[in-house]
């Protein structure tokens, strides 16, 4: 069983910066898919990056594109979301999940293939 823990949130103004953070224990974490997915307020949970399990392949929506960077550290068992140039949009519980699909370059942006999830952490973007 793979536990996900995510920290990170908090306030900040537009235009500032945040880092999540999402530790993993319980299972081989070099094994799994990862991705961020979050849930504003009023609105469904949505995609907002991923990473293989290479780590050599990401994806972003369109929406973070630029301003958002996914990466992980398998021998730390983490895995990270840089938020730059945040806008009040942005305002949202971020979830870290984990899966396993596809090859190790698979890169999945659909939530339903993502069998473990973090309890989330609120991030709160002020204008």
């Known amino acids: 069983q793979v536990q996900l823990v995510e920290s990170g949130g908090g306030l900040v103004q537009a235009g500032g910066s945040l880092r999540l953070s999402c530790a993993a224990s319980?299972?081989?974490?070099?094994?799994?898919?990862k991705g961020w997915f979050r849930r504003a307020p009023g609105k469904e949970r949505e995609f907002v990056a991923a990473?293989?399990?290479?780590?050599?392949?990401?994806e972003y929506a369109d929406s973070v594109k630029g301003r958002f960077t996914i990466s992980r550290d398998n021998s730390k068992n983490t895995v990270a979301l840089q938020m730059n140039s945040l806008k009040p949009e942005d305002t949202a519980v971020y979830y870290c999940?984990?899966?396993?699909?596809?090859?190790?370059?698979?890169?999945?942006?659909?939530?339903?293939?993502?069998?473990?999830w973090g309890q989330g952490t609120q991030v709160t973007v002020s204008s």
């Open positions: 999940a984990a899966g396993r699909m596809g090859s190790g370059s698979h890169v999945s942006v659909d939530m339903s293939e993502y069998a473990y």
């Open positions: 319980g299972g081989t974490f070099s094994s799994y898919n």
């Open positions: 990473i293989s399990r290479s780590g050599d392949y990401t």
